[in-house]
């Protein structure tokens, strides 16, 4: 929840944050990290199509995850 002056407001998170862990065997600390390397290497690839998207590097980032295109490797380590 977000709290703003008193009031709470609920933030939704597509794709939801369970189900995005899941793809990274329930590992959240993983799942931040295969999302915070993917975003750096959308930024440094796509930089011209950022600057026209509705969406930051991050949350295509995480949609490739959830969407299987991005499969975090080595996940038991």
């Given at each position: 929840?977000?709290?703003?002056?008193?009031?709470f407001?609920?933030?939704?998170?597509?794709?939801?944050?369970?189900?995005?862990?899941?793809?990274?065997?329930?590992?959240?600390?993983?799942?931040?990290?295969?999302?915070?390397?993917r975003?750096?290497?959308?930024?440094?690839?796509?930089?011209?199509?950022?600057?026209?998207?509705?969406?930051?590097?991050?949350s295509?980032?995480?949609?490739?995850?959830?969407?299987?295109?991005?499969?975090?490797?080595d996940?038991?380590?």
């Amino acid at each position: 929840m977000l709290c703003i002056k008193g009031e709470f407001k609920v933030m939704m998170i597509e794709p939801p944050i369970d189900q995005l862990a899941a793809k990274a065997g329930g590992n959240k600390y993983v799942l931040s990290i295969v999302a915070a390397k993917r975003a750096k290497e959308i930024e440094t690839t796509r930089r011209a199509e950022l600057a026209t998207a509705d969406k930051k590097s991050i949350s295509i980032a995480l949609d490739e995850i959830y969407e299987g295109k991005i499969v975090p490797s080595d996940i038991d380590d």
